[in-house]
């Protein structure tokens, strides 16, 4: 028997990283890459659009904005995470909207319509009240349920946090036997 919670809460039932959870993942040296990516883009970008997304309360066309934006980074993850290459930005949003979501969360496009608010008159009920709806209950699961630590730079020990995560990856990179060179751009952005 589901909880009143569950049943009024469709992203309740969503299964999050369904591919890592079944076992099924890519080999070693792909894997390290496409999971310390992950966290960065959670980690850091991610937390930026969802800090935007919460202080623009009167702004239903910024709050619009950022939701789209995130509903891309959520594709490039997921696109990482299946071992596929990235798609170039100008794609993401219509990919996202015919194919869904699959490695980082079991979402379809329809589906990632309406948690995104991406339905024409979905702005007026968006704007309604700070931190609100779909998407940041979905960014919490996400980074709560994620299968390894994620930083917070948003946090005073952030940027600690973010070296230190730096340091692990680079680690497992050599435990690895790939190439930590990926990790040169998180370097100079944090």
């Known amino acids: 028997m589901q909880s009143s919670h569950e049943s009024a809460d469709p992203l ?10 079944s076992g099924r993942g890519l080999p070693a040296a792909r894997a390290v890459e496409a999971w310390a990516t992950a966290a960065w ?5 991610g937390r930026a659009y969802l800090e935007d997304l919460e202080g623009g309360t009167d702004q239903p066309q910024l709050r619009r904005v950022v939701r789209v934006k995130l509903l891309e980074l959520l594709l490039d993850i997921d696109t990482r995470l299946s071992g596929a290459v990235p798609v170039a930005e100008e794609h993401q949003l219509a990919l996202a909207l015919e194919y869904g979501l699959h490695d980082l969360a079991d979402l ?48 005073a020990s952030g940027q600690r946090e973010i070296l230190r995560a730096l340091r692990n990856w680079s680690k497992l990179c050599t435990a690895a036997g790939t190439d930590a060179a990926f990790l040169e751009p998180f370097l100079k952005d944090a």
Not at 12 to 21: E, G
Not at 41 to 45: K, R, T
Not at 133 to 148: D, I, K, M, N, Y
């Open 41 to 45: 883009l959670l980690a850091v970008e």
């Open 108 to 155: 379809e496009g329809p589906s990632l319509i309406e948690v995104f608010a991406l339905a024409d008159d979905a702005d007026h009920a968006d704007a309604a009240a700070p931190g609100d709806g779909a998407v940041p209950r979905l960014w919490e699961r996400l980074c709560a349920e994620f299968p390894g630590e994620l930083p917070d730079p948003l946090q």
């Open 12 to 21: 309740s039932r969503v299964r999050l990283f369904p591919s890592a959870r």
